[in-house]
């Protein structure tokens, strides 16, 4: 793969394509301990610290039985375990794929991509679905997870 003279639009969006990088090798390295160790994984026992003090959902509660469903191919399982775990995945690819587009095509890809905009859409569906889960929770007493 060649790159070519094409630039991102600023700074931070080459930082989030490198990170970016980092989280592929990282996901690379989980995807064959989820396929084989999977619900061990996911429903093994081991409890939220932060549910266990509180009795509350913390914002991440859920995410890896998300990441279990989600491989699995089960997208509405998975966004019901936890939403923001299939738009990090959504949003991490088309990212991802637009970046390789503009670093080796001549005119493909975005080189503007609103990587700001994106991050902040994922933490309101990340604290969104954290406040809802737990007044559903508190109120009728009704598990999400």
Not at 6 to 17: I, P, Q
């Amino acid at each position: 793969m060649k790159l070519n003279d094409r630039k991102f639009k600023d700074e931070l969006t080459k930082t989030w394509f490198t990170v970016g990088i980092v989280v592929g090798v990282l996901l690379i390295a989980a995807v064959p301990l989820f396929i084989f160790f999977g619900k061990q994984i996911a429903y093994g026992g081991n409890q939220c610290a932060f549910l266990t003090l509180t009795h509350l959902y913390c914002p991440g509660c859920g995410g890896t039985r998300s990441f279990y469903w989600l491989l699995r191919g089960h997208i509405v399982r998975s966004f019901a375990m936890n939403p923001f775990v299939p738009y990090f995945f959504a949003d991490y690819f088309i990212f991802m794929i637009n970046s390789v587009l503009v670093k080796t095509t001549k005119k493909l890809g975005f080189e503007g991509f609103p990587v700001t905009a994106t991050v902040y859409v994922g933490l309101g569906i990340l604290l969104g679905s954290w406040v809802i889960r737990n007044i559903i929770y508190v109120i009728w007493g009704i598990t999400c997870i």
